[in-house]
């Protein structure tokens, strides 16, 4: 079972908002539609094991139920499930994600991924590249109790110097352990800067 609110070692929150949902099973009801906020509180409240008789959520295996969220940044999509099962069929079902296409007004298919019917985080999709998503199950069920989106975008820093960017090291390039990081003028430099090895 996960036993924290977010994976381990993750890097910082994207920037995501979720839009719409339908059709779906959760500890608010069956067979309903929840507001953007609703979906965050359910998939967001850190509590990653089953919640009543559906966990946060369970998408049911038909077009009319489905999660629709948009991401502001590239993002590695993580979630939790649970086990759920009665006689239409049991949790873990392949999960289909859609991606809007504005030139087309219309979805199109961006990856189908399996899911599980543990409580341990799992990376759904690697890369969810900036959009429009709708989620939607192959088949009965998919249940899940948290979700997780990680911004993959690194930030970098660059530093305009003689009339070039050039990127900032945070370390020292130079492996020998008795180098000094410190900049030292000698009579030599003429102006520029060398690193002393002392």
């Not at 099973?25 to 967001?44: A, F, M, Q």
């Not at 850190?46 to 295996?61: D, E, F, P």
């Not at 006689?87 to 999960?95: D, E, M």
């Not at 709708?134 to 979700?147: L, P, S």
């Amino acid at each position: 079972m996960a036993t924290t609110s977010i994976p381990k070692n993750v890097k910082r929150k994207a920037n995501f908002n979720y839009v719409s949902s339908n059709y779906i099973r959760s500890v608010n009801g069956n067979g309903i539609s929840l507001t953007p906020d609703k979906i965050y509180e359910v998939l967001h409240d850190g509590i990653t094991s089953k919640q009543g008789n559906y966990g946060a959520l369970l998408l049911v295996g038909n077009t009319s139920s489905y999660i629709e969220f948009s991401v502001k940044e590239n993002c590695r999509f993580w979630a939790t499930s649970g086990v759920y099962s009665d006689g239409g069929g049991s949790s873990g079902k392949v999960l289909d994600i859609y991606k809007y296409d504005s030139k087309l007004n219309t979805y199109s298919l961006y990856k189908s991924v399996p899911t599980t019917s543990t409580e341990d985080w799992y990376i759904v999709c690697e890369l969810l590249t900036i959009g429009i998503y709708k989620i939607q199950a192959q088949g009965n069920y998919i249940q899940f109790n948290e979700f997780y989106f990680e911004s993959i975008v690194e930030n970098k820093t660059f530093i305009l110097h003689d009339g070039e960017y050039k990127k900032y090291q945070n370390k020292s390039e130079n492996t020998h352990s008795s180098s000094s990081v410190i900049p030292t003028m000698t009579s030599n430099t003429n102006g520029k800067i060398t690193l002393s090895t002392n």
